[in-house]
Each structure stands twice: as structure tokens, then as C-alpha cells.
């Protein structure tokens, strides 16, 4: 069985990021993970010493999400951090959809957009949640990003949360993406989760009624839910994934504590990389 390197998405200590910074990301170290995926410094920090800061807790960045639900931002500036970052070459995004003409438009906005990032040798990543597995036309809304934007110019950043929380069993859709799929986001599902994870039907709903409706999400740490880590691993290496990146986005315990005991079973499940 292959074995990963493991990063973090620090979406996951936010909070604490947004208070000290610098603890934060030292805690992430003495936990054992060997990357995180972040952006450029806070204020009063410049990207050397934030490269410096890193360099001396064996963290790599592993690439950078450049926003939610916009595909306006400065190529240039981004890759210029990666470079300067001595970073893994990849940045993310995550869209909202509203009409099947929209992912059509937005898809062909993501061809050009990656054809940019690549002629500055970065891959350009998409990052699924839930309501990707719309369907429309029979056809989810994922497939359609999928098949109507370029491998070349456009890979995948999938998570294993998300997939499940769509209705699809994450072992058997991360097969679609053989080759397209260097990073991968993990994440767990409690127990009886999988109630409220039975995909959406047909059509669009409307995302602000979807976060109206107040659902608690079912986060659980990395082998303490539903999900089989050992057989996503093994999906994983059969179709190219560098980066294992843990992401829990609420938890019931500390934050610091649910990466520990993630990162805790992905050594017990034999998944890290020494």
C-alpha cells in the first residue's frame, strides 16, 4: 500500500490562525503533517518570512486556493508566491452554479484560466462540496465540469466528505478522475451521516435556502466515521495522488485535537509517508 505525504487545509483552525498565526501553524508542525495548503502572509509578514517560518518546520505549501465562486484573480501574483514559496505548484478554486448554461460558461472560463496557470507551470485544481451532484439532465453537475473542461488545463482537488455527502460512494467516483487528481482533500462522516447524503435529484436549488436549512454536517475525524481510508488510499494511488490533505471543517472537539487524532490513525492505518 502506498503511503502519502500528508498536508492540511487550515480552513480547519481558522479561528486560532486568524489569533496567532505563527502558533497555529507550529502547532500543525509538532503534530506531524508535512504540508499545508496557504496563501500569502498576513499583514505584517512578508512572504519571506513566511517562507522562513515554514522552512524551519519542515512544512511545504502545497499549493493555494485562490477563492470562492470567482475566477477574477491575478495569475501572475499567484504563481510569483509559489514560486517564492518554493511551493507544490497548485491552486484551487470552488464555484457555485446556477443553471446548466452557467457551468457551461463557467467551465469554459476554467479552460482559459488553467491554460494561463499552466504556461506558468501551475496546475489549476477544482474542489467539489455537495452541491456539485445536482443533476441536470440526468447528469451531475461534477460529470459536466469534468467533461467539458480540458485535462490538460484543468485537474481536480476532490473531497472525500463531499463525495459521500452528494450521494456517491467516494471509492468508485474517485475513479473517474484517473491522472486528473494530484491532490485529494480527506475527510470523515459520523456515523448514520450517510442519512442525509442521498444526492439532490434533478436540478438547481438555491444554495442561500440550502445554508438556510441549518443542517449540522456530520465532520468526523480521519477513522473515527463511516468512510474507508484504506481503500481510498489504495483508489488514490491508482489514479496519481501526490497529497493527502486532511480538512475537517467543524468539529465537536478542539480543532488542534481532531488533526491529531486524523493524522494518529492515518499513521495507525500504515498511510504515512515516514
Known amino acids: 500500500m502506498k503511503k502519502f505525504p500528508i498536508g492540511v487545509q487550515p480552513y480547519t483552525i481558522r479561528e486560532a490562525m486568524s489569533k496567532d498565526y505563527v502558533g497555529s501553524i507550529k502547532k500543525v508542525a509538532e503534530i506531524g503533517y508535512k504540508g499545508i495548503e496557504l496563501g500569502l502572509p498576513p499583514e505584517g509578514m512578508t512572504i519571506q518570512e513566511q517562507k522562513s517560518l515554514l522552512d524551519g518546520l519542515g512544512l511545504k505549501v502545497v499549493g493555494t486556493h485562490a477563492g470562492f465562486d470567482s475566477l477574477d484573480f491575478e495569475v501572475d501574483k499567484i504563481a510569483d508566491y509559489l514560486e517564492e514559496m518554493d511551493a507544490e505548484k497548485f491552486v484551487t478554486v470552488s464555484m457555485i452554479f446556477k443553471s446548466r448554461e452557467d457551468v457551461l460558461e463557467k467551465a469554459k472560463k476554467m479552460n482559459e484560466v488553467g491554460e494561463q496557470f499552466r504556461k506558468r507551470g501551475v496546475t489549476f485544481l477544482y474542489h467539489n462540496h455537495h452541491w456539485e451532484f445536482f443533476k441536470v439532465d440526468g ?26 455527502r452528494g450521494g456517491e460512494d467516494p471509492v468508485e467516483y474517485l475513479r473517474k478522475v484517473k491522472n486528473r487528481a494530484p491532490l485529494l482533500h480527506i475527510k470523515d462522516m459520523k456515523a448514520g451521516g450517510e442519512d442525509i447524503s442521498n444526492g439532490f435529484g434533478e436540478g438547481f436549488l438555491d444554495l442561500r435556502e440550502l445554508f438556510a436549512q441549518g443542517v449540522k454536517e456530520p465532520f468526523a475525524e480521519i477513522g473515527e ?12 494511488e491508482e489514479i496519481g495522488t501526490k497529497w493527502l490533505i486532511v480538512e475537517q471543517d467543524e468539529s465537536d472537539r478542539d480543532p488542534f485535537e481532531s488533526l491529531k487524532i486524523s493524522y494518529d490513525n492515518l499513521m495507525k492505518m500504515g498511510l504515512i509517508e515516514s
Open 139 to 164: 447528469e451531475y453537475v461534477l460529470d459536466i465540469l469534468l467533461h467539458e473542461t480540458d485535462p490538460e488545463f484543468v485537474q481536480t482537488e476532490l473531497d472525500t466528505y463531499w463525495i459521500r
Open 225 to 236: 466515521g463511516i468512510l474507508d481510508f484504506k481503500e481510498i488510499a489504495n483508489t488514490a
